[in-house]
């Protein structure tokens, strides 16, 4: 167990050594962000006296070396836009964007699993034909549209939503099931194929055998085996949700880091940007590795074939 | 089934009291815009959304009218020691938010503090021509410029008078999200990614504050921005692209509010590299752009065609040039004669501007003979290339300019001058003329260069000016307020009505 632990450390350093250096490298090939940071008639002066300043006049190793090292430190600077530090931002959005998170995996895990559960138990049967186009298109529809048709109907129309903010719980209704919906699908589809394969095993031949009721089979036995796959794809999805959060969090106004992301951006807010890339990275890696240590809980046969490997 | 119907009818009726409403009554003023502001120290950042804000929690030195003139504020009255003292008289009757008097130690610090280049304003280069600012009696301040700098008022139009012993005692980072001020609105709170609230200064030294609560909002995306204006969310919304425009035009409650603003559309042409360093080239591209059908049917009418690369909402704005009208018999006649028919040229880009115009003009150039390569990439790529060398600049590309000063000395120059980053064109002629309105206060003598200088630019083409841009707000039709030319969002100017 120690050694399959350890031997995921390692590959997750790694990783994130790799993408802190990607990061830097792709920030500092589109050129020098002093450019971005000047106004329209600024001098040939104005603009060297702020790359030195900015200290973007040093030489790229030294940039990178200090910005390991800053990094090291986890520090993460401060911006240069909003005079402000990077950390102190960042903290200030990161719960909003959690919250939208749970909510959405609510969302998509509430639908998407007793969906999956009942298209699996009853194959081929009129439910499941009319079920499964139901999330399917829940998947299909791009979030920055079905965002806008939410808030056409939900706060033009009937009026009875925010179509913008965060002042109240009402506000993280439409958002959940913006983004939601696009895992929806996936869990549904996932869990669907779990639960056939798992069907057609032996030990639900015996325990129907030996009379078990079909609830308690599939709930009791049927459901713990087929979750594994669905914890990998949770956790790959979680990732998708931090990626669709960028238009959700535009189109209703929520003030997540996916909102920072794109004000950064267009702000030109060179180090946010950075930190929101190294933060979304490492939150990748961190799940991946959460759901490694996921299955071997759930799976002890994980672990021991890894450790005889 | 209809048990459930009637279980979905409740909760919706009781969901539809909970979600907070912006109006109550007509105490508030609500406010959406397009992004969050990027600092509420107005020393900082100049965006239009960080404006919109702190500009009504500061005093500025001097202010522009409806109309656009420059006039009093917390100075009110100035005089010319000599073309390079302004002597300003500073109002005593003023204070700041927490009851301190405002002085003219807070004028020359706040020109000392915007100035200091450690302070690394990105305002700077709009004020480091001030080399000195003194205190030259109880209410009286003198700035000393490097050299006669015309523009001075128009800039110092944009200086926030901020207090020194407030940003001494709590340090610049908290300033910047805890501002306090002198102006009509003083600063309540700040939600990151959500809103900035301000409340009615009511001892505001010119009169009372037309509402009790100002509220802005971050709303980015355009959809949501309408839906919240239509369900009565917010008040007034900022920032609208002339098809949202034109489809709330219908709104019986809604109304739009534009204005041409000071900023120019135009399109650069390298006069130093390529198939257009040959001047007939250059003339034939200006000949071939519809500049009426790109504003009417890409701006929807928000938009003029101009015919110098300026508007009249800048000085230095001269008529009479009749610029090249549209004429592609006479643009393909111009290539005949360079023997550039079929050049190819490159259309550098970025997505910061409008592709559909991008491709528009693509056209038009390819209807009169010119293969027009269009080249994107990333912003600060883009900008590399169109600063680097006139051989890296590409042919053409696009620009929105404007220098938030309303004279022509921050376009003109910065765009052309032949030392300029921006410059892709040298003429002596065209470098004096411009130097020369820079040196010398008297408005006539400065129109004259500049009527020289527009001219020089008509028969050299280093570059056309295509449209003046305009603002585009939507609003409750109760509001009553003008929008102006520089954008400025003041809030004591807007009443119900």
Redesign the interface.
């Known amino acids: 167990m120690a050694r399959f632990l350890l031997s995921r450390a390692v590959q997750a350093v790694v990783s994130i050594l790799g993408v802190s250096t990607i990061v830097f490298v792709v920030m500092h090939l589109?050129?020098?962000?002093t450019?971005?940071?000047?106004?329209?008639?600024?001098?040939?002066e104005?603009?060297a006296?702020?790359r030195r300043?900015?200290g973007f006049d040093r030489p790229l190793a030294v940039q990178y070396a200090d910005y390991l090292a800053s990094l090291a430190r986890l520090d993460l600077g401060t911006s240069l836009?909003?005079?402000?530090s990077v950390a102190s931002?960042l903290a200030?959005?990161l719960p909003?964007t959690l919250l939208l998170a749970a909510g959405a995996l609510t969302v998509a895990l509430g639908i998407g699993l007793p969906v999956g559960v009942i298209a699996g138990v009853w194959r081929g049967t009129l439910v499941e034909k009319l079920l499964m186009p139901v999330v399917l298109v829940g998947q299909s529809m791009p979030t920055f549209w079905s965002g806008?048709l939410l808030?056409?109907l939900c706060?033009?129309t009937?009026?009875?939503?925010?179509?913008?903010?965060?002042?109240?719980w009402?506000?993280l209704v439409m958002p959940s099931i913006a983004l939601g919906a696009l895992s929806m699908a996936t869990f549904a589809r996932v869990t669907r194929t779990g639960v056939v394969e798992e069907l057609g095993k032996d030990y639900v031949r015996a325990g129907r055998a030996k009379g078990v009721a079909t609830a308690s089979i599939v709930l009791r036995h049927v459901l713990r085996n087929a979750s594994i796959p669905v914890i990998t794809i949770a956790a790959l999805e979680v990732a998708n949700l931090l990626a669709g959060a960028v238009i959700v969090e535009?189109?209703?106004?929520?003030?997540?880091l996916g909102?920072?992301a794109?004000?950064s951006i267009?702000?030109?807010?060179f180090l946010i940007v950075q930190a929101l890339v190294l933060l979304a990275s490492f939150t990748c890696v961190a799940l991946n590795l959460l759901a490694d240590l996921l299955y071997s809980v759930v799976d002890p046969r994980i672990t021991r074939l890894a450790g005889a490997r | 089934m209809w048990r459930i119907a009637w279980g979905l009818a409740i909760w919706g009726l009781v969901l539809s009291s909970l979600p907070a409403r912006a109006q109550g009554g007509k105490e508030t003023l609500s406010v959406d815009l397009p992004g969050e502001p990027a600092t509420l120290d107005p020393h900082v950042q100049w965006d239009t959304d960080s404006y919109h804000v702190y500009r009504n929690i500061f005093d500025n030195l001097v202010t522009r009218n409806p109309d656009g003139k420059i006039v009093p504020q917390i100075a009110k009255a100035w005089r010319y020691e000599s073309d390079t003292v302004l002597v300003l008289d500073i109002r005593t009757d003023v204070k700041f938010h927490d009851g301190t008097p405002l002085t003219v130690d807070d004028v020359v610090w706040s020109v000392q503090r915007i100035t200091d280049p450690a302070f690394k304003s990105p305002q700077l280069s709009q004020f480091n021509s001030i080399v000195k600012a003194e205190a030259s009696g109880p209410d009286r301040v003198r700035l000393t410029t490097s050299s006669p700098y015309p523009a001075l008022l128009a800039q110092l139009v944009k200086l926030s008078i901020v207090s020194h012993a407030y940003v001494q005692k709590v340090g610049n980072e908290k300033f910047n999200i805890e501002p306090m001020g002198s102006g009509p609105y003083r600063f309540v709170g700040w939600q990151k990614g959500v809103r900035v609230t301000l409340t009615a200064n009511d001892g505001y030294w010119r009169g009372r504050p037309p509402f009790k609560t100002v509220t802005f909002q971050v709303v980015p995306d355009t959809a949501t921005r309408i839906a919240n204006l239509k369900t009565g969310r917010s008040d007034i919304i900022r920032q609208l692209n002339p098809d949202d425009a034109a489809s709330l035009k219908g709104e019986s409650r809604l109304q739009i509010l534009s204005i041409p603003t000071e900023r120019t559309g135009y399109l650069f042409i390298n006069a130093l590299y390529g198939p257009t360093k040959d001047v007939r080239v250059r003339r034939a591209i200006a000949h071939a752009i519809n500049r009426q059908l790109l504003v009417d049917a890409l701006l929807g009418g928000y938009g003029r065609p101009v015919s110098i690369l300026l508007t009249p909402a800048n000085f230095g704005y001269v008529e009479g040039l009749k610029g090249y009208p549209f004429d592609p018999p006479r643009a393909r006649q111009l290539l005949k004669e360079a023997g550039a028919e079929g050049a190819e040229i490159s259309f550098y880009t970025s997505p910061a501007y409008d592709q559909r115009l991008v491709q528009a003009i693509q056209q038009m150039l390819q209807e009169v003979s010119l293969k027009v390569a269009i080249s994107q990439t990333d912003q600060p790529t883009f900008l590399k290339r169109r600063q680097g060398k006139p051989e890296e600049a590409g042919s053409i590309s696009l620009g929105r300019w404007s220098c938030a000063c309303q004279d022509a000395d921050g376009v003109i120059f910065p765009l052309f001058q032949s030392q300029s980053l921006w410059a892709k064109y040298a003429n002596p002629a065209f470098d004096d003329a411009v130097t020369r309105a820079r040196q010398t206060l008297k408005e006539e003598d400065r129109l004259k260069h500049y009527r020289e200088a527009f001219a020089i630019l008509e028969q050299d083409v280093p570059g056309i000016g295509l449209y003046q841009d305009f603002a585009i707000y939507a609003a409750r039709r109760e509001l009553s307020w003008k929008p102006t030319a520089n954008e400025a969002f003041f809030v004591m100017e807007m009443k119900w009505q």
């Open positions: 589109s050129g020098d962000p450019l971005l940071l000047v106004p329209e008639g600024a001098s040939r104005d603009v006296l702020l300043q900015l836009v909003q005079r402000v931002i200030s959005r909003y806008i808030i056409l706060a033009v009937l009026d009875v939503l925010p179509a913008s903010g965060a002042d109240s009402s506000s535009t189109v209703f106004a929520w003030p997540g909102q920072l794109v004000q267009a702000g030109r807010d």
